[in-house]
């Protein structure tokens, strides 16, 4: 069974300006575009992106909940040969009551 390591990036939130990209959608599609390339130029795989609630400071005492797009990549480790296997992840136990 293969093993993955993954690398969670913000998702593009802006486009980009190129020549003969003139809509706004065509300029977030290329910043996505150019996301995806850059990693796959380093290894990585596109697997998904997830938009995620995050819990964040709203002034001295509240927080509020502000939802951010993630974009989650994966390339495969290749363990040397004759290594053992790795240890099973431990469980983990939410801390959330």
Sequence with gaps: MPLYEYKVLPAPTRGRKAPGVKTPEARFALGVEDLLNDM???GWEYLRTDILPSEERQGLTSTHTVY??????????????????????R?????EE
């Design 40 to 42: 796959a130029r380093a």
């Design 68 to 89: 951010r797009s993630v974009s989650v990549f994966r390339r495969e480790v290749l363990l040397p040969e004759g290594s053992p296997p790795p240890a099973p992840l």
């Design 91 to 95: 469980e983990t136990v939410s801390t």
